[in-house]
């Protein structure tokens, strides 16, 4: 299975962000897409994930209620909006994809390359 993230950049605190992450080869390998992210000097935190087959998500705290992890399974893609950025947004930007949905990066078999996430004023 391969990932590949688009999106991310420079955006203002208080912005809107939208993640795409297209999957390829083996695509029936997995069940969950999940999205984590790593700031400078910390380590890679869960941010959302999403059942391939139902739906169900799971969603960090510190993103609940600004964030919605959807897909589009004809093209294989998972999206990761966030609205209301800010600083502590700021991280590389994973997408995974595993058979679990959970909160760990040890579940998840497949990752991305990771995009860049700034948010700064």
């Known amino acids: 299975v391969q990932l590949q993230a688009f999106g991310g950049g420079l955006l203002q605190p208080g912005g809107f962000l939208r993640l795409s992450c297209a999957a390829s080869?083996?695509?029936?390998?997995?069940?969950?897409m999940g999205w984590f992210r790593q700031a400078p000097g910390k380590e890679r935190e869960f941010v959302a994930a999403m059942r391939w087959t139902d739906g169900s998500t799971n969603y960090a705290d510190s993103v609940k209620g600004r964030s919605t992890i959807s897909r589009d399974n004809a093209k294989n893609t998972a999206y990761l909006q966030m609205n209301s950025l800010k600083p502590e947004d700021t991280a590389v930007y994973y997408c995974a994809a595993g058979r679990y949905n959970s909160y760990s990066p040890y579940d998840y078999d497949y990752w991305g390359q990771g995009t860049q996430v700034t948010v700064s004023s």
């Open positions: 080869g083996g695509t029936f390998s997995y069940n969950v």
